[in-house]
């Protein structure tokens, strides 16, 4: 039986790019379940697609993954959007079934309220100077096209993968402060909404610790570090990492310190309230769903 756990945390897919990591993302949701799937934004790359991007079948094959997970174990979904997937403007909120197209949400669970958000509504970059942002996408497109031919490399030589991107991003000192001043604002606007934490994306750099009493928890991304963010039946978070995953030993009934489903009972979930708003900053407070 495969782990079971309460709430999954996926962001910054970028599907319809050529770094989109979509077999393996479509691999890692095949080995777990989940009652709840947060797709905390830039799942699909509106702005490559406009450009360079392509769409391939592998692409589709995450979508098809999600919606087995709904009709087969009735997960439910929430896709929150990103700056990359900001199409999503002209339709949200909306629901259909399982599925929740929104903004943004709080999510409250064992006595905890977590804020989450994609996190670009926070980068001043990005909301205001949308053609310095597109500018510094090509740069980091570039980037990224260079670590795949580094990587080709070293899967040749038998090295394990290297996040070329990751490893700029640490040792420029612009980038770290940035990403701590990110932090930082993030953590503030979690305290502002009256929740324990937050969980965001946008930034690729996957992170679970507490920043001034807040518990800070970003999902990371699935083009560079290939991570998520998955929290057990008791309230408890941990980051996964793709690269970590031992899938053999996944198959086996001794999988995991997580509870597995046949642990759970059959009403461990209560009726959720709808929880979608029309525009983030408008509403300091907005509605929660609460789990257990």
């Not at 756990?5 to 970028?14: A, Q, Y």
């Not at 919606?67 to 174990?73: G, Q, S, W």
């Not at 604002?185 to 937050?198: F, V, W």
Request: charged share 25%; aromatic share 12%.
């Amino acid at each position: 039986m495969k782990t079971h756990f309460k709430t999954l945390v996926i962001s910054d897919v970028h599907l319809g790019t050529k770094g989109a990591k979509a077999k393996e993302i479509a691999r890692f949701l095949k080995q777990y379940r989940c009652d709840h799937l947060i797709l905390n934004g830039d799942i699909i790359d509106g702005w490559q697609l406009k450009k360079s991007g392509s769409w391939k079948r592998k692409h589709t094959r995450f979508f098809n993954r999600v919606l087995k997970m709904m009709e087969n174990h009735h997960t439910q979904v929430y896709y929150l959007r990103g700056n990359h997937d900001d199409f999503l403007d002209q339709i949200l909120p909306l629901q259909i079934g399982n599925l929740r197209i929104q903004t943004d949400l709080i999510y409250e669970s064992n006595g905890k309220k977590y804020f989450i958000t994609h996190g670009d509504i926070f980068d001043s970059i990005t909301t205001h100077l949308r053609w310095i942002a597109y500018l510094g996408d090509m740069g980091y497109t570039f980037l990224l096209w260079l670590n795949r031919v580094v990587n080709h490399y070293r899967f040749k030589r038998g090295l394990p993968y290297f996040s070329l991107s990751r490893y700029v991003k640490s040792k420029v000192k612009s980038a770290v402060s940035y990403i701590d001043q990110y932090e930082t604002e993030l953590a503030k606007m979690a305290r502002a909404k009256g929740c324990d934490g937050i969980i965001c994306g946008h930034i690729h750099q996957a992170e679970n610790r507490m920043i001034d009493g807040i518990h800070y928890l970003n999902s990371g991304d699935w083009v560079e570090t290939m991570s998520a963010l998955a929290e057990d039946h008791e309230g408890n978070w941990q980051l996964i990492f793709y690269n970590e995953i031992d899938f053999k030993q996944l198959q086996t009934p001794e999988i995991s310190q997580f509870k597995k489903e046949s642990d759970l009972p059959e009403n461990d979930l209560l009726p959720m309230k709808k929880v979608a708003f029309d525009r983030p900053g408008e509403d300091l407070n907005p509605p929660t769903f609460r789990i257990g």
